[in-house]
């Protein structure tokens, strides 16, 4: 059944290909080109859980823009806290954090109440939460010294304006 809905769909885009096999599986009719178009079936929609993976995509593209605004090469593994609020699911935490470390390329990822100042060199929001990533100091220091020199060119350039 899967197999004759699948053929049906694909056979205006691959007439050929689809033909040859509905030949050689069991089918009702000559030819799949007479057979009627698979029509949409209605299914049920949760909304929880649309509203769970919507929360969890934005927890990973906040963590990657993050990421972005801090010139952290993508590939480099990193570790977070993420506090999350009061209405985010605990169920859906647990089971998809193994989603949430792959996707935002994450080593570790510990669920806290807050954050410790001291410990996180990157911190971000997103709608249910904060997040703070407390791996690759280095890295931090040499962005602060790349924005140090920016600011001094800025700084350059505004002068040459203002003597103008």
């Known amino acids: 059944m899967l197999m004759d809905y699948a053929l049906r769909l694909l056979h205006p885009f691959m007439p050929f290909i689809t ?85 935002a390329r994450l080593d570790t990822v510990e669920l806290a109440a807050g954050l410790a100042a001291e410990r996180v060199q990157l911190k971000g929001v997103w709608k249910s939460g904060e997040f703070g990533s407390t791996r690759g100091r280095h890295r931090f220091q040499a962005n602060r010294e790349r924005i140090r020199k920016e600011l001094t060119r800025l700084g350059a350039e505004i002068q040459k304006v203002l003597k103008s």
């Open 19 to 103: 033909e040859e096999i509905w030949q050689r599986i069991p089918h009702d009719g000559d030819s799949i080109m007479v057979q009627e178009f698979p029509s949409t079936q209605e299914c049920a929609r949760e909304e929880d859980a649309d509203h769970g993976m919507q929360t969890l995509m934005d927890l990973v593209a906040s963590l990657r823009s993050a990421r972005a605004e801090m010139n952290i090469d993508p590939k480099k593994i990193l570790d977070a806290t993420i506090v999350l609020s009061g209405q985010f699911d605990p169920a859906a935490r647990s089971d998809n954090l193994d989603k949430i470390k792959l996707l």
